[in-house]
């Protein structure tokens, strides 16, 4: 696997409903974070969590971190139509400064 | 909200020549970036820029490319005798520290080259 490597591909559900996507990776890690693109923009970050924490919440949005594991999730709780995008995670390998992306979740909110 | 900004949004070329791609970091940011995305595609790293140098680098980077800071808000990318296979979007990014600190992007540009 690569590092960073989102899980499912591609997703579709209704709105109102819950969004599960996961990353996994393959380095230690200083921190992990996800992002949103929509289609042709560029990146918005969402969310930043340390590699000594384990879950971080911003709104409706709950990341978890398993370094044990090398994973993580991203839920987003009641999607919305405007939910509809590409997410990323994204990894800074320890003793590095460089970002390396994943391959992204496409996520299609059905209104 | 302080924003990356790249121009131009749109550069057309043929194989072989010269681009030059430019972006305006936020200005209190100390950490450079240039990313990019084949349709449909991963973001890809290219380069990261930090205190007038290049911190690290991807394989992609190779000497057909380089980076600059010209001067105190701008930051390019050139490539010098593109390729088919440059054609993507190029996407810089900028943040306040090296890690554990968010990157913001620019909208990108989207390079085709003929």
């Known amino acids: 696997s690569q590092q960073g490597e989102e899980d499912p591909q591609a997703l579709s559900i209704q709105e109102g409903e819950n969004a599960t996507m996961n990353c996994s990776y393959k380095?230690?890690?200083?921190?992990l974070q996800w992002y949103r693109q929509n289609s042709g923009r560029g990146l918005v970050h969402l969310i930043l969590i340390r590699s000594n924490e384990r879950e971080k919440h911003s709104g409706r949005l709950r990341v978890t971190l398993d370094t044990s594991k090398k994973s993580s999730s991203l839920l987003i709780t009641a999607s919305r139509a405007a939910d509809t995008a590409s997410y990323f995670c994204?990894?800074?390998?320890?003793?590095?400064?460089?970002?390396?992306f994943g391959t992204g979740t496409r996520l299609k909110v059905l209104a | 909200e302080p924003e990356v900004t790249q121009t131009p949004s749109h550069q057309v070329t043929q194989m072989g020549q010269e681009v030059i791609l430019r972006c305006v970091p936020i200005s209190n940011h100390l950490y450079f970036y240039w990313y990019r995305q084949i349709l449909g595609q991963k973001v890809e790293f290219l380069v990261s820029f930090y205190n007038n140098e290049i911190s690290e680098k991807s394989e992609i980077f190779d000497d057909q490319f380089s980076v600059e800071r010209p001067d105190g808000s701008n930051f390019t990318l050139k490539i010098r005798s593109t390729k088919l296979e440059d054609s993507a979007m190029y996407f810089c990014?900028?943040?306040?520290?090296?890690?554990?600190?968010?990157?913001?992007f620019g909208n990108g540009t989207r390079l085709t080259v003929t």
């Open positions: 994204a990894t800074c390998p320890s003793g590095t400064y460089k970002y390396i």
């Open positions: 990014a900028s943040s306040l520290q090296g890690y554990n600190s968010p990157l913001h």
């Open positions: 380095t230690s890690i200083n921190n």
